[in-house]
């Protein structure tokens, strides 16, 4: 392995290899640098909150027009929540089940 990076011009692409390899140690990926060095991220990724939240109004509305709705402007009505707002996270939901 290289031990130092290098950036080259291939065309219209910059091309930047940095040496580095992959460990699996109980069961976690590290990253280690050339040096043998492990090389830590600054702070663990964090889930974005907004996301989260639409995502369970998306399943719990879901599960109301399965059961108490028979449509989207009844559970709008219910829960004082614009059409458009509701649409966007009944979108979301079917978004996200489709990549599951």
Known sequence: MSQSAETRLDGTTLVVRIPMRFQRRGGRKRIVAPDGSELTPTSKP???????????????????????????????????????????????????????
């Open 46 to 100: 964090q889930p974005d909150g907004t996301l989260v939240k639409a995502l369970a109004r998306a399943w719990r509305w879901q599960r109301m027009l399965d059961s108490i709705y028979t449509s989207v402007s009844e559970i709008g009505d219910a829960e004082n929540i614009s059409k458009s707002y509701e649409n966007y996270s009944i979108d979301t939901l079917q978004i996200y089940a489709r990549k599951k």
